[in-house]
């Protein structure tokens, strides 16, 4: 975010940057290095970079991409201070300023007793949200940043993109789903109103993207369906009937994987096709707010479900997996008798979550951003928020 850079250096402070490729450049507009090589050659590079030019604070946007992992390790033991910002766990107005890692290596304490006790330092935060980022703007700001990628090729050319799909696949996918967006409204309005006949228990299973990190470096999972798979299978086999799951379809999901085919055929393998529904649209927090518990990976969907009270069961690693606030036991024991999470712990939770690791705004707004960069530039001067260092989580669990 070049515009917090630009108000970093009028303070004093110097900042260096190293674009990838055409898409990194095109939004920063200040001084910058090129890397044009391979990952093969980036250790060495960002290590002479980095002797060159030795650096008090690392900042990246997100932290497990390959190029952001080596540069961590390179200036971790230089003796810098790691700091990665990305779209916030709070959604949808709120940025994540975290040091370390996030995630799985986030500090974020996942002790019962240790939150609540770190959670009066801050206010109860205001969630009303400031601002919103129109799709239009969303998708125009993507085309821009990858276009730009694949065209300059030639110029950076041993630069790999870390998604798993080409951008235009994507692109292809997202005209296909909006030329049977019609078609699928349909399906899924009469998949809701099948399940709003009787008062069979629902439960709610919300798809994430396959290519995100928080599948591919924060589950245990390869992919989506692979969870799919787990998740309905446990379901048809452990859940009394006539309860019923909704697989909801992420929200920007490219289309690419025909989701409504691929969950109906597990369910049939499952001998749960007339209890299984897949749907594409929905207002996710009065779903949530009626279902008899939500089954994710680990997806922020998990804080809405937590804060409407909806029992929690996470198969992956995520931040708000607390004892107290999730269910512990096994996803097979889930479906039986799934308790509610702890509703204190829970709203101490948000408040060291959004005093601790957040700011509000965001990056794709002028808006957004008029909120965003002084409190940023602010946060970085007097230092992030101290959280003890996981190992210090006296649940045991080390990073």
Same mark, same amino acid.
């Given at each position: 975010?070049?515009?917090?850079?630009?108000?970093?250096?009028?303070?004093?402070?110097?900042?260096?940057?190293?674009?990838?490729?055409?898409?990194?450049?095109?939004?920063?507009?200040?001084?910058?290095?090129? +890397?044009?090589?391979?990952?093969?050659?980036?250790?060495?590079?960002?290590?002479?970079?980095?002797?060159?030019?030795?650096?008090?604070?690392?900042?990246?946007?997100?932290?497990?991409?390959?190029?952001?992992?080596?540069?961590?390790?390179?200036?971790?033991?230089?003796?810098?201070?790691?700091?990665?910002?990305?779209?916030?766990?709070?959604?949808?107005?709120?940025?994540? /300023?975290?040091?370390?890692?996030?995630?799985?290596?986030?500090?974020?304490?996942?002790?019962?007793?240790?939150?609540?006790?770190?959670?009066?330092?801050?206010?109860?935060?205001?969630?009303?949200?400031?601002?919103?980022?129109?799709?239009?703007?969303?998708?125009?700001?993507?085309?821009?940043?990858?276009?730009?990628?694949?065209?300059?090729?030639?110029?950076?050319?041993?630069?790999?993109?870390?998604?798993?799909?080409?951008?235009?696949?994507? +692109?292809?996918?997202?005209?296909?789903?909006?030329?049977?967006?019609?078609?699928?409204?349909?399906?899924?309005?009469?998949?809701?109103?099948?399940?709003?006949?009787?008062?069979?228990?629902?439960?709610?299973?919300?798809?994430?993207?396959?290519?995100? +990190?928080?599948?591919?470096?924060?589950?245990?999972?390869?992919?989506?369906?692979?969870?799919?798979?787990?998740?309905?299978?446990?379901?048809?086999?452990?859940?009394?009937?006539?309860?019923?799951?909704?697989?909801?379809?992420?929200?920007?999901?490219?289309?690419?994987?025909?989701?409504?085919?691929?969950?109906?055929?597990?369910?049939?393998?499952?001998?749960?096709?007339?209890?299984?529904?897949?749907?594409?649209?929905?207002?996710?927090?009065?779903?949530?707010?009626?279902?008899?518990?939500?089954?994710?990976?680990?997806?922020?969907?998990?804080?809405?479900?937590?804060?409407?009270?909806?029992?929690?069961?996470?198969?992956?690693?995520?931040?708000?997996?607390?004892?107290?606030?999730?269910?512990?036991?096994?996803?097979?024991?889930?479906?039986?008798?799934?308790?509610?999470?702890?509703?204190?712990?829970?709203?101490?939770?948000?408040?060291?979550?959004?005093?601790?690791?957040?700011?509000?705004?965001?990056?794709?707004?002028?808006?957004?951003?008029?909120?965003?960069?002084?409190?940023?530039?602010?946060?970085?001067?007097?230092? /992030?928020?101290?959280?003890?260092?996981?190992?210090?989580?006296?649940?045991?669990?080390?990073?």
């Amino acid at each position: 975010m070049h515009e917090v850079a630009r108000e970093l250096i009028a303070r004093g402070h110097r900042v260096s940057r190293i674009n990838l490729h055409l898409g990194d450049r095109l939004f920063w507009r200040l001084p910058a290095r090129d +890397y044009r090589g391979g990952i093969d050659g980036w250790r060495n590079y960002i290590a002479r970079f980095l002797d060159e030019q030795p650096i008090t604070h690392l900042f990246l946007l997100g932290d497990r991409r390959p190029h952001h992992r080596i540069a961590i390790a390179e200036a971790r033991a230089r003796g810098a201070e790691i700091i990665c910002s990305e779209l916030g766990y709070l959604r949808p107005d709120w940025l994540v /300023l975290e040091r370390d890692g996030m995630g799985t290596w986030s500090r974020m304490p996942r002790n019962p007793a240790l939150i609540r006790s770190l959670a009066q330092q801050y206010p109860v935060p205001d969630l009303r949200v400031r601002c919103s980022i129109p799709f239009w703007r969303l998708a125009m700001l993507d085309v821009a940043y990858n276009v730009s990628e694949v065209l300059s090729r030639p110029l950076y050319p041993g630069y790999r993109r870390h998604a798993i799909h080409h951008p235009f696949a994507e +692109y292809a996918g997202w005209v296909l789903r909006w030329l049977r967006g019609r078609a699928e409204r349909r399906r899924s309005a009469h998949a809701f109103d099948t399940l709003r006949q009787g008062n069979a228990p629902t439960f709610v299973f919300p798809l994430q993207l396959s290519t995100d +990190y928080q599948i591919r470096d924060h589950s245990p999972y390869p992919d989506m369906v692979a969870a799919a798979r787990e998740i309905i299978g446990s379901f048809a086999a452990h859940s009394p009937p006539p309860s019923r799951l909704t697989v909801k379809v992420h929200p920007l999901d490219p289309g690419l994987t025909p989701w409504r085919r691929r969950i109906r055929e597990i369910a049939a393998q499952n001998n749960a096709a007339d209890r299984v529904f897949c749907v594409t649209g929905g207002n996710l927090v009065s779903m949530l707010g009626h279902a008899a518990g939500c089954v994710l990976v680990n997806s922020t969907v998990g804080l809405t479900a937590l804060q409407v009270g909806c029992p929690l069961k996470v198969m992956g690693s995520a931040i708000f997996d607390v004892p107290g606030m999730t269910f512990a036991g096994s996803i097979d024991d889930f479906w039986l008798a799934p308790p509610r999470p702890d509703a204190d712990l829970v709203r101490d939770f948000i408040r060291l979550l959004a005093g601790a690791l957040h700011v509000r705004g965001g990056y794709y707004t002028r808006q957004a951003l008029d909120i965003a960069v002084p409190t940023t530039v602010q946060r970085l001067e007097d230092g /992030l928020p101290w959280l003890p260092p996981r190992a210090a989580d006296d649940t045991g669990t080390t990073c």
